[in-house]
């Protein structure tokens, strides 16, 4: 097939990208977003400082932009993120304790119920785990508030929209690492203790390298019996960049339940690693020789 997304559909997988709501009205952004593309995932818009920006009151006018270009074009939409210790509304970063566990259980609730039925896989939690070698959880304002913080909000995003696969994602677990493995013990306790949980997205932002285990470590997540999704990737310009969206694309084909693949952006200049021109189209809109590489590869 001759588009990323028809390309994996081949397969049964999907090729997405990363949309903002403020590109919409950009012909040449959506023309490649209609073109090539059968999933999209909002940049920001259904974030909790987005959704919730004072308690109680949500806001859902550029979620559902997002939404709603999605499927009308026949796409996939995959919901990002409902907790994140990132990009909480200032009243939420003030909370602690019961007040924040219950604001955060409400915010879960609230947002999970108006996409109902409507979102392929949630990232329910994004980002909980530290870095480095401790293989822990990273402190956060949510962590503080008790280690079940996590399950309870995938049981409660499983109340809310039972068709959605509920997904854990993540950074800095492109290979078997501690980091990874740590994530690996979270979704091996929940499935041996009935915590809904589908899937584990990797979000795979890469520099000018790649671990040699990344697609070992998709398969081991994989044998667990959860799906894995490449959820945010983006990789760094440099003389092996081609190569690597190469190597990325053939590690998910490998693994059977590798869903699909989204990329952080359309063009190096919609990207949020500015400088980096990590992604597969240039600033004119132009296909680079990683999309070529991509391509090729599904
Ligand atoms: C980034 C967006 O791309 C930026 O526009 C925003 O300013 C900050 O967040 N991990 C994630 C994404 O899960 O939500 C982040 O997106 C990139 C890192």
Known sequence: ASTLGASAAQTGRYYGAAIAAGRLGDSTYTRILNTEFNSVTPENEMKWDATEPSQGRFTYTNGDRILNQGLSNGSKVRGHALLWHAQQPGWAQALSGSALR???INH????ATHYKGKIYA???VNEAFADGGSGGRRDSNLQRTGNDW???AF???RAADPAAKLCYNDYNTDGINAKST???NMVRDFKSRGVPIDC???QSHLGTGIDSTYQANLKRFADLGVDVQITELDIEQGGNQANIYSTVTKACLAVSRCTGITVWGIRDTDSWRTGANPLLFDGSG???PAYTAVLNAL
Request: aromatic share 12%; proline share 0%.
């Open 102 to 104: 219950n604001a955060a």
């Open 108 to 111: 879960v609730t609230q947002v």
């Open 122 to 124: 949630w990232d329910v």
């Open 150 to 152: 996590i399950e309870a």
């Open 155 to 157: 049981r409660a995003a």
């Open 182 to 184: 740590g994530i690996f």
């Open 200 to 202: 584990v997205g990797f």
């Open 286 to 288: 132009n296909k680079k």
